[in-house]
């Protein structure tokens, strides 16, 4: 028997986890979706504990999380309402779609009662004597049967029973106003609707990033690195993927800018941010002299005050229209030392991807130091550049290509292979003296009399 006041320790299951199998049973989520989520949930380390609550810019999902407050221009939104009413959630779209019809029928059936009214049509008649006056809307007698007219005329349904007569102008005049009102409130009702079910963000909805980030080393430099898919087979036509780094910075007058929007190039050949998504790319950027990533290491990642947005731009194949996905990464979710594992398989003259190791990585070996330590270490110092002279033969320029003979030069800034020999030369006007001038050619040195000596 179990002792009284001991206490029992439940499971608690993953409650959202559980909603996606669920979903997924009932087919409302792709498989891939589903397997994608399950195995990043799976290597997720548990942080649940150690995690501050730290506030982001772009969430998860791609919604903005920010919260406007004391917005004194209220008018300004009714000066787009068709953009007001898109941007709306359904709820109140709905609600404001029936109250616009609503609305619209209460106030012309109250005119057309009016006009029955004033005309003499409500007065009570024998209904076997039809010598009476014409009225101006054929039975209409109480307000009932002149709402029930207003919806006939408004919506077009003509059940015949009630219509215009010639006897009224006023009702003639009153019928092609409310037709036109009509016409004007399904028009903008039904494009609301349509701009609401056929919003970019619904495509969005299929594009997968990574749930981490990696810094791993690639090409023996330290580079960033994240994981994006399509789940759908319809491709995403003229695709740019756009990296923000938004960080708080202090300027060198001690102005505090909290939010510093700075740009991260990604790598490509074509030196552009098309991708062409046809399968799950890894986009890295090679952190390097000049990122805003460039003094981050191992030891500061925790301690670092900023986040990463990603931002996929494209055009619907299917529809046309651009949409826009976005994610973010924040230094919790950027794992040091790790990389990607391959998830692209060639099977049966095809290309298989296997969607359950979408977010899987891998612990590789890796310095902890930041590109500028490690820069430092390998002799790269700011603002200086060692020169040498170089015979016949290849000589490394920087790390990005290779030319034949002159110096070469570390830094980020070269300098052309003469500025040294013009300050020489200055020097030796300035003294009057013999002075050797190391020109480069293609194998030899070339002996230069100095101007004090032109004279001889």
Known sequence: MMRMGMKVKRRVPNFPGSISIM????????????????????NQPNRSHTRSLRARFIT??????????????????????????????WQY???????????????????????????????????????????????IHSFTSAFLFSIEVQVTIGFGGRMVTEECPVAIITLIIQNILGLIINAVM????????????????????????????????????FRVGDLRKSMIISATMQLQVIRRTVTTEGEVVPVCQLDIQVENPLRSNGIFLVSPLIISHTIERGSPLYDLSAQSLATEDLEIIVILEGVVETTGITMQARTSYTPEEILWGQRFVSIITEEDGRYCVDYSKFGNTVPVRMSLLSAK????TRGIQEGTSETHLQGWGLVRAGRGGFRRGGR???????????????????????????KKVQLEVIGRQVEEEGPGDMSD
């Not at 997924?24 to 399950?38: E, I, N, S, V, W």
């Not at 006009?115 to 009570?124: S, V």
């Not at 594009?207 to 810094?215: D, G, K, P, Q, W």
């Not at 330590?373 to 430092?376: A, I, N, P, R």
């Open 23 to 42: 979903l997924a049973r009932k087919g409302l989520l792709p498989d891939g979706f589903l397997l994608t989520r399950l195995a990043e949930d799976q």
């Open 93 to 139: 779209s709905l609600l404001i779609f029936t109250s616009a019809f609503l609305c619209s029928w209460m106030l012309f059936a109250m005119i057309w009662w009016l006009l029955a009214f004033a005309h003499g049509d409500l007065e009570p008649r024998d209904p076997d004597n039809d010598s009476g006056p014409v009225p101006c809307v054929t039975a």
């Open 60 to 89: 998860k999902t791609g919604s903005c999380n920010v919260v406007h407050k004391n917005i004194r221009e209220q008018g300004r939104f009714l000066q787009d309402v068709f953009t007001t009413m898109v941007d709306l959630k």
């Open 408 to 434: 070469t030069c570390d830094g980020s800034a070269p300098q052309p292979w003469y500025a040294q020999s013009e300050k020489q030369e200055k020097d030796a006007e300035q003294k009057g003296k013999k």
């Open 190 to 225: 039904l494009g609301c609707v349509f701009m609401k079910t056929a919003q970019a963000n619904r495509r969005a909805e299929t594009l997968i990033f990574s749930r981490n980030a990696v810094i791993a080393t690639r090409n023996g430099r330290p580079t960033f690195m």
């Open 373 to 376: 330590e490690l820069d430092q």
